[in-house]
Structure formats: structure tokens, C-alpha cells
């Protein structure tokens, strides 16, 4: 049994900071990759930023800059370092985690933490 334990969304007002933490709890034998999505209200889910075990890390266009993603081997946890927010960062945001157990390897997802920007 594998879960994602998100926390850090809140309200913010434009320009402002938050930070998202998850980690990976459970049985887990090695988290091969780490990252955020987020899904607007009626929009798609996106990612937003990931990070492999490679080290290559992925981040959404429209946060470059803004957006920092980190991890924690340690304690197989994901950061993510928001900045100079925008309304237009408003969504529900889902740490997502690729992870083997000692019998598969699967995606995985938390509940999501929601980040509202706004004055």
C-alpha cells in the first residue's frame, strides 16, 4: 500500500509565495519519478513540473521561472517552491509519483491540495 500525502495549498494573494510538500508513504521499494499537476476549473489536468530520478526535470512553460521543483531521496518527498503567483495559478494541484513496490511499479496520486490566488 502506497499514498501521497500532500500539504501547503491556501489562499495567497497575487505575488505571493507558497510551497506544496508530498511524500511517499508506504511500501515502496524505489520512486523513479516525482512531480506536481494541476487541473483549473474546467480545464485539463497539466503538469506542471516533475523530476526524475535521472535528473532531468520537467516544468511548464508558464511557471518557468516562478515555479522551483525539489526533492528529498531521503524521505521520498516532492517540493514544490511557488513564487510571484498569478490568479491564473489558481487550481487544485495533485502530486503524482511513479513508484515500485516489491511486485509493480505504478503511477501514483494524492488527493490534491488547493492553491487559490486572489486579492
Known amino acids: 500500500q502506497v499514498e501521497l500525502v500532500e500539504s501547503g495549498g491556501g489562499l495567497v494573494q497575487p505575488g505571493g509565495s507558497l510551497r506544496l510538500s508530498c511524500a511517499a508513504k508506504g511500501s515502496i521499494h524505489e520512486v523513479y519519478r516525482m512531480g506536481w499537476y494541476r487541473q483549473a476549473p474546467g480545464k485539463e489536468r497539466e503538469l506542471v513540473a516533475s523530476?526524475?530520478?535521472?535528473?532531468?526535470?520537467n516544468i511548464l512553460d508558464s511557471v518557468k521561472g516562478r515555479f522551483t521543483i525539489s526533492r528529498d531521496t531521503a524521505t521520498n518527498s516532492v517540493f514544490l517552491q511557488m513564487n510571484n503567483l498569478k490568479p491564473e495559478d489558481t487550481a487544485v494541484y495533485y502530486c503524482?509519483?511513479?513508484?515500485?513496490?516489491?511486485?509493480?511499479?505504478?503511477?501514483?496520486w494524492g488527493k490534491g491540495t488547493l492553491v487559490t490566488v486572489s486579492s
Open positions: 503524482n509519483a511513479f513508484i515500485a513496490t516489491m511486485t509493480s511499479g505504478m503511477d501514483y
Open positions: 523530476n526524475h530520478n535521472s535528473g532531468a526535470t
